[in-house]
């Protein structure tokens, strides 16, 4: 499976962004999605989740409320609609596939697959 993030940018504080990730290869329908981050000198962190039918979402404390993780299984994309966001969200986003259990859905080890990255500034 190849996964393609794209959408990061420049933005300022209070802005929004709406991250992609086309996925190719393997069955994009039957596979779990995230979201992590990774900021400099931080480590990767979760974001958000969804599982393969779209029907339940996850979500760190940090972007609840702000952000919308969603799929287009037709399409085999996955996206990340980011509101109000704010300089503590400037990092390389990563989008990253699975199948990962309830217990593991935040963890990195539970994904297979992982995009490039795409980068996301926020101007305060």
């Known amino acids: 499976v190849q996964l393609q993030a794209s959408g990061g940018g420049l933005v300022q504080a209070g802005g929004s962004l709406r991250l992609s990730c086309a996925a190719s290869?393997?069955?994009?329908?039957?596979?779990?999605m995230s979201w992590f981050r990774q900021a400099p000198g931080k480590e990767r962190e979760f974001v958000a989740a969804?599982?393969?039918?779209?029907?339940?979402?996850y979500y760190s404390n940090s972007v609840k409320g702000r952000f919308t993780v969603s799929r287009d299984n037709a399409k085999n994309m996955v996206f990340l609609q980011m509101i109000g966001l704010n300089h503590e969200d400037t990092a390389v986003y990563y989008c990253a596939g699975g199948r990962p259990i309830t217990s593991t859905v935040r963890q990195r080890e539970a994904y297979y697959w992982w995009g490039q990255g795409t980068l996301v500034t926020v101007s305060s």
């Open positions: 969804i599982r393969a039918n779209g029907g339940t979402t």
């Open positions: 290869g393997g069955t994009f329908s039957s596979y779990g």
